[in-house]
C-alpha cells in the first residue's frame, strides 16, 4: 500500500508559478514511473507529465514548455513545478504512481496503478 499526498496548489493569477509536491509513503518508489494528472470541472481526467525511473519526462502538449516534472528519490518526492499559468490550467491535480513492467513512462506506455493522491486544487485567475 503507498499513500501519497500531495501539495503546493493555490490561487495565482494567469502568468504565474506554483510548485505541486507528491510524497510517497513507500521508499520503494523510486523504481516506478510518476506521472502527474489533472482534472477540471466537468471534464475528464488528463495526463499532464509523466517521470521515468532515470528522471525522462514527457509532457502533454499543453503545458510543454511551462511545465516541469522532477523527482527526489531520496526524499520519496515528485514535484510539478508549473509557470506562465492559464486559466485552462484550473483543475485538480493528482499525482499516480505507475505501474511497474511491462509498462514504462513513455506516452503509450505508462499506465497508472490504484496509487492517488487527494488531489490538490490549483485556481488561475484570468
Known amino acids: 500500500q503507498v499513500q501519497l499526498v500531495e501539495s503546493g496548489g493555490g490561487l495565482v493569477q494567469t502568468g504565474g508559478s506554483l510548485r505541486l509536491s507528491c510524497a510517497a509513503s513507500?521508499?520503494?518508489?523510486?523504481?516506478?514511473?510518476m506521472a502527474w494528472y489533472r482534472q477540471a470541472p466537468g471534464k475528464q481526467r488528463e495526463l499532464v507529465a509523466i517521470?521515468?525511473?532515470?528522471?525522462?519526462?514527457n509532457y502533454a502538449d499543453s503545458v510543454k514548455g511551462r511545465f516541469t516534472i522532477s523527482r527526489d528519490n531520496a526524499e520519496n518526492t515528485v514535484y510539478l513545478q508549473m509557470n506562465s499559468l492559464k486559466p485552462e490550467d484550473t483543475a485538480v491535480y493528482y499525482c499516480?504512481?505507475?505501474?511497474?513492467?511491462?509498462?514504462?513512462?513513455?506516452?503509450?506506455?505508462?499506465?497508472?496503478?490504484?496509487?492517488w493522491g487527494q488531489g490538490t486544487q490549483v485556481t488561475v485567475s484570468s
Open positions: 499516480n504512481v505507475g505501474r511497474r513492467w511491462p509498462y514504462g513512462a513513455s506516452w503509450a506506455t505508462y499506465r497508472p496503478s490504484d496509487y
Open positions: 513507500r521508499s520503494d518508489f523510486s523504481i516506478n514511473a
Open positions: 517521470i521515468s525511473v532515470g528522471g525522462n519526462t
